[in-house]
């Protein structure tokens, strides 16, 4: 049997900033298909194509094709899909847009997984193999996680990522933050790995550099503490998720830092409270709280990465120089800076579609450089223009050298040149922006 595993792009589908190929710096394999990859019987052959760095071999003949879609790419996934199906070959689709969206995906394909692999894969390829594949395998979600077989990662072509070294120890994440289809769709409890096995797996990884691609470095604190413990004696270099709250444990920070952790990426998503963001309490300053954690990081050589989110109901137009003034003094090394994107299944989705605020039907749309509903406070335009304000004041050539050469006397060498590399990718995005925007004010002239 030969199975082609497909992740589409939605830059194969847009115009104008969004297109084109992502920077590499920005890029690393999620495991979804790799996992499903090393679920699939030894006796089957398996290929993985990343439709955002090559072709899609249409003619290649595979017995069965998978293709994993997220909610930006979920129009190009079914257009390969339709491709496929017309040539004859049955396809599965399944990711988060399917969880979301089960009803719209069975139209586009012959069966589709809602939920995890674990327990769907093996028995949809048993069926298959005995000529009767059903419509809809769904995942319990809630699988144990001790056992999994390690993500063929050598199905990767690896001069298209920064890296293939991904690793997840955990599933799930105890926040409720309504924007995230993390709790939405999977809920809020946490299911751990054994500590052993991941770091078995780290252990076996070729090279010294990963990412830890868990949601949240900062739950689950003795087992992360295990966790980091153990990777010590490796000598790896890694970079993960966490939450601004973790440098409130000093040991805890210690560990992430012996581990081997040259960065973390922290959202503190909103500088002002907003409903159904993670809480700070009355008697704290959000502000200096984020600011104590940004210290904490680089007290013990860590840059962060800081994410920041616009368009939240409690943005007005003062929330773009007040976080603009915020990733400048708190010292972050670089800046992930989003609009609010309401994906399908999450509760932001539903609110906002109740409110008659969604104006965006176009599924390669929703992505957070584009605003596709209805802002409170603000106008669609004048969100827009205020989040490309902020991007290109915070990634000026000289706010990138200032913030590079800060990095240099933090760590070491191969995390400068990494710094470099997503800040120069971040700043690239950010002028492709400003590009498309001057051309509409043409176009309106």
């Known amino acids: 049997m030969t199975i082609l595993l497909i992740y589409p792009s939605a830059r194969r589908m847009a115009q104008g900033a969004f297109s084109g190929n992502q920077a590499r710096a920005q890029r690393y394999p999620g495991m979804g298909l790799a996992l499903v990859a090393a679920l699939t019987p030894p006796g089957a052959r398996v290929t993985i194509v990343d439709d955002e760095r090559e072709p899609i071999p249409f003619n290649s003949g595979p017995d069965l094709v998978g293709i994993s879609i997220l909610t930006p790419n979920a129009k190009r996934g079914y257009m390969i899909a339709r491709e496929f199906r017309e040539r004859g070959v049955p396809v599965v689709l399944g990711g988060m847009h399917v969880m979301a969206c089960p009803e719209e995906a069975r139209k586009e394909a012959d069966a589709i997984v809602v939920g995890e692999a674990e327990d769907t894969w093996p028995q949809l390829l048993r069926d ?47 926040f409720d933050c309504e924007f995230c289809s993390i709790t939405s769709l999977l809920g809020r409890r946490t299911r751990c790995r054994p500590v052993g096995e991941v770091l078995e797996e780290i252990r076996g990884l070729d090279g010294r550099i990963f990412v830890l691609n868990d949601d949240n470095v900062s739950q689950e604190k003795d087992y992360f503490k ?55 309490s009355r008697a704290e300053n959000r502000l200096t709280l984020y600011k104590e ?64 605020r969604i104006v965006e039907t176009d599924w390669n749309e929703y992505r957070t450089g584009h605003v596709c509903f209805e802002p409170k406070h603000l106008s669609r335009e004048e969100l827009f223009r205020g989040y490309v304000g902020v991007r290109k004041a915070f990634n000026s050539r000289r706010r990138v050298a200032g913030r590079v050469l800060r990095t240099a006397f933090l760590s070491s060498p191969k995390v400068v040149v990494t710094g470099l590399a997503v800040n120069m990718a971040f700043r690239k995005g950010t002028v492709d922006l400003v590009k498309k925007l001057r051309a509409a004010d043409r176009t309106r002239v």
């Open 293 to 356: 954690a940004v210290r904490g990081f680089h007290k013990r050589g860590m840059p962060v990465i800081g994410a920041f989110i616009f368009g939240f109901d409690n943005d007005d137009s003062s929330i773009f120089r007040k976080t603009l003034d915020f990733a400048i003094d708190s010292g972050i090394d670089a800046a992930q800076i989003n609009i609010l994107c309401p994906y399908p299944g999450t509760p932001l989705y539903a609110r906002l579609a109740r409110e008659g």
């Open 128 to 174: 298959f193999g005995a000529g009767a594949m059903k419509a809809i395998y769904r995942s319990s979600n809630d699988n144990d996680l001790a056992g999994l077989p390690v993500p063929r990662r050598d199905l990767f072509r690896k001069g298209g990522y920064i890296t293939v070294n991904t690793v997840q120890a955990t599933r799930g994440c105890p």
């Open 226 to 280: 295990a966790l980091f413990e153990g990777m010590i004696p490796m000598k790896k270099i890694w970079a993960g998720n966490a939450s601004w709250n973790i440098a409130r444990d000093g040991e805890m920070m210690d560990l992430l830092a012996r581990s081997g952790c040259a960065g973390a990426f922290v959202g503190f998503d909103s500088i002002v409270p907003q409903e159904g963001l993670k809480k700070v």
